[in-house]
């Protein structure tokens, strides 16, 4: 199977990520713009946030080639929305140090940005995952082909078990928000998360 690579992904395609045994991760894609590769969705004050990472217009359409913008200093909005929005979530405090690097880095690419990303998910929730990357663009069946099934203009397609969410006082419930609403407000209850949703979504 083949899964594209996003910036902080969505919770469903942790699942999906979960659900399958063996995956890699396209590279050589052309860029479409406006999806999870250079995005992602929390729950802010007031409301759903966007946190979008700027890239070069230079012509290079390659995702493995696309350059992240150096125009102004994104990580650290990313960074302050993160705190500002998860600040008194139960588990901010337990992944801040190591993410932090994440977004003080300055990537040259954004697949080495979104890969990173991954890997840190991997990494806390004990995922193991083995990110391969492919070596050319395949055209391969459908129902083995994730690389467009994640919509990031499309309100969440699926049932997703609420969890506790830091402005739950003030809004009804987000669901498949960014990877990173899950992991601040449930920890390691993440990785059981994920396992039932991929369960429920065979």
């Known amino acids: 199977m083949i899964f594209p690579a996003f910036y902080f992904g969505p919770i469903s395609y942790f699942a999906a990520l979960i659900r399958t045994e063996k995956f890699r991760i396209e590279v050589h894609e052309n860029f479409p713009k406006q999806t999870y590769r250079n995005r992602c969705y929390i729950q802010g004050a007031n409301g759903k946030l966007r946190l979008a990472i700027p890239t070069q217009h230079d012509g290079t359409r390659k995702i493995k080639d ?11 909005e990313h960074f302050k929305s993160l705190v500002s929005a998860y600040k008194s979530s139960p588990y901010f405090e337990y992944y801040e140090d190591d993410l932090l690097p994440i977004l003080e880095r300055k990537e040259e690419f954004l697949l080495d940005l979104n890969l990173k990303t991954i890997d840190f998910i991997s990494t806390k929730l004990k995922l193991d995952f083995k990110l391969e990357l492919t070596e050319t663009y395949e055209i391969i069946s459908e129902e083995l082909d994730f690389r467009n099934q994640f919509n990031a203009k499309e309100e969440p397609n699926g049932n997703f078990p609420e969890y506790f969410q830091v402005f739950d006082e003030k809004f009804d419930f987000m669901p498949d928000l960014s990877i990173l609403d899950l992991l601040f407000n449930e920890g390691p209850k993440s990785k059981d998360y994920l396992l039932n949703l991929a369960h429920a979504n065979k």
Do not use: A, H, I, M
């Open 66 to 76: 696309l350059k992240v913008s150096g125009e102004f200093n994104w990580q650290k």
